[in-house]
């Protein structure tokens, strides 16, 4: 992973005027994503995620949407590029595998037309070309008799499916960036595991990059190299896989980590949850966007908005303004937590 990253985001910031007032969706988040990398982005609903993938891929086009910071692919900002240009980008280059595949797949047409549509206008593929690799695509995704399920339409798909579809459309050209957004969440257990080894394939033969966005943290520990915690907006902590599930620094990763169930540990009666819940966009809370729920702030969390930094080690970064050595002893006093 030497040299400069294939995907790097400077200071990312995108808001939406309302008649609310503004909606701070994503708030100064920087990340870089190397040839070969998988970056996992975590955190709950409403953190940011999402608007920071369609943002990278240049689909928000809402008036009352302001940009600003950069996103620089092989050193191109991708904010500067006209809408022409990034047609060239999208697809072929960069692809994102999209949250909701109901919404995503046009209703009126056929999904193997879908699919070959993309091939031949980004790959040059000729129509019978196209049907071949759409066939073997989706095949490869699980969908069960190919030849005759190519000229379905989007309603005759399960959810599971069509997200299938979407998995098989976003890796149809074997793009540098494959941006994941919750891509096996409607799917059982063992298609996730095929669907990742799938996504794994292609990393490993085209060296490309994954942003895997995801709530299943279970998932980033088996595939991501590096993890970033995104909590109100913001990205709170920045880590090595390893390094993070050994040694989370912040407390929300702490309550993130200690909501799941542990194979290795006695079960408990319940799992540990987060209490309150997110704060507005809209308004929020002064000093620490966690600090509401968050068992271990003091009087600085509400006066200062802690910045992103190595503060437990170099390469590890978090938000929080706990020494090293208050965080190790609350995570002791914590045992979900560690």
């Not at 990059?209 to 913001?234: C, F, K, N, S």
Request: proline letters at 6%; glycine letters at 8%; hydrophobic letters at 40%.
């Amino acid at each position: 992973m030497s040299g400069a990253p294939l995907l790097e985001v400077r200071d990312l910031s995108v808001s939406f005027r309302t008649q609310d007032g503004t909606v701070h969706a994503v708030d100064g988040v920087s990340f870089t994503v190397n040839r070969g990398e998988v970056l996992g982005i975590v955190g709950e609903s409403g953190s940011g995620k999402s608007v920071t993938a369609m943002t990278l891929m240049r689909l928000i086009l809402d008036q009352n949407a302001v940009f600003s910071g950069e996103v620089l692919f092989q050193g191109r900002d991708l904010m500067q590029l006209s809408q022409g240009d990034m047609l060239q980008v999208r697809g072929k280059q960069i692809s994102m595998i999209f949250q909701d595949p109901m919404t995503s797949l046009n209703p009126v047409y056929r999904v193997g037309w879908q699919i070959d549509e993309q091939l031949r206008a980004h790959e040059g593929l000729s129509a019978k070309q196209a049907r071949r690799r759409t066939l073997e695509l989706l095949g490869a995704v699980g969908i069960p008799n190919p030849e005759a399920r190519i000229d379905d339409y989007p309603h005759q798909f399960s959810g599971g499916m069509r997200q299938r579809v979407m998995i098989a459309m976003g890796l149809s050209c074997n793009p540098d960036v494959l941006i994941a957004d919750e891509p096996t969440t409607a799917l059982d257990v063992t298609i996730q595991a095929q669907i990742l080894e799938l996504i794994g394939n292609l990393q490993r033969e085209f060296d490309s990059a994954v942003v895997l966005i995801t709530h299943d943290l279970g998932v980033v520990a088996e595939v991501a190299d590096r993890v970033a915690v995104m909590y109100a907006g913001r990205i709170v902590e920045y880590a090595e896989v390893g390094e993070l599930f050994r040694g989370p620094q912040h407390p929300y990763t702490w309550g993130l980590l200690g909501s799941i169930s542990r194979l290795d540990r006695p079960r408990q009666r319940r799992l540990a949850a987060i209490s309150g819940q997110p704060p507005s966009l809209i308004s929020l809370p002064a000093g620490c966007s966690f600090r509401p729920r968050c068992p271990f702030a003091f009087d600085r969390c509400r006066a200062e908005r802690p910045a992103l930094e190595a503060r437990s080690g170099p390469g590890h970064l978090d938000a929080c303004l706990l020494s090293a050595d208050q965080k190790q002893a609350r995570r002791a006093a914590t045992p979900e937590a560690s």
